[in-house]
């Protein structure tokens, strides 16, 4: 069974362009997460899908960035306009069950996003 | 809000050792704890899951326990290994199943 799955595995980019970020979860799991760590720092909760639906954004950090899941299954993580700070990893995770809240993440390999 | 503090920061011991790494957490009501190793430049992998019902978790050589009333986790890694050489994480869930994370031990085993 194929693992969680990010596409680039790297990008670096120009402030003030776009980037777009995939997420292709385990088949099946309901709950899709993105995550960041940033330089330094702890790795950042950034929202949570259920299924299709944006179940919380509270961890997006502006409105430069654009998460969707059409269809329920693989996510799209936009940044639009980059800026430096942007610059981490983003990381995407799957779990299996949305009427069963907390069960087992799976963490795909993380995009490296480098803004220069 | 929920902060993980995980102790030590860094930790270099001969092959062979048995160690534990710590793990607090200050909001007691979590639902269920996951630890994590990561290795350089890759994503994380999955070790432990304990259900807030349980108080340890058993997966081979690595044992975790979860103490909610005190906000403390420990992870045991029994007779270590070179291979074991990595960055862990110790991870609450909230409410919604999202992660909170701390900085993590990073773990060198000497052969």
């Known amino acids: 069974e194929a693992g969680v799955t990010q596409f680039p595995s790297h990008s670096v980019i120009e402030k003030g362009q776009t980037v777009t970020l995939r997420c292709d979860p385990i088949?099946?799991?309901?709950?899709l997460y993105w995550y960041r760590r940033v330089m330094g720092k702890e790795i950042k909760f950034l929202l949570h899908?259920?299924?299709?639906?944006?179940?919380?954004e509270s961890g997006m950090p502006n409105n430069r960035f654009l998460a969707e899941r059409t269809g329920g299954t693989y996510s799209t993580l936009k940044v639009q306009p980059a800026e430096l700070e942007d610059s981490g990893v983003y990381f995407c995770?799957?779990?299996?069950?949305?009427?069963?809240?907390?069960?087992?993440?799976?963490f795909g390999q993380g995009t490296r996003l480098t803004v220069v | 809000k929920q902060e993980v503090t995980q102790i030590p920061a860094a930790l270099s011991v001969p092959e062979g050792e048995n160690l534990v790494l710590n793990c607090s957490f200050t909001?007691?009501?979590?639902?269920?704890l996951q630890w994590f190793r990561q290795d350089p430049g890759k994503g994380l992998t999955s070790l432990l899951l304990?259900?807030?019902?349980?108080r340890e978790q058993t997966s081979g050589r690595l044992n975790a326990s979860l103490d909610k009333s005190s906000g403390r986790s420990t992870l045991y890694i029994a007779a270590s290994q070179p291979g074991d050489s990595a960055t862990y994480l110790c991870?609450?869930?909230?409410?919604?199943?999202?992660?909170?994370f701390g900085k993590g031990t990073k773990l060198s085993v000497k052969p």
């Open positions: 909001d007691s009501a979590i639902y269920n």
């Open positions: 304990i259900q807030s019902s349980q």
């Open positions: 088949s099946g799991h309901d709950n």
């Open positions: 899908f259920v299924k299709e639906s944006k179940q919380d």
């Open positions: 995770a799957s779990s299996q069950d949305a009427t069963v809240k907390n069960t087992e993440a799976f």
């Open positions: 991870a609450p869930h909230g409410s919604q199943g999202n992660l909170i």
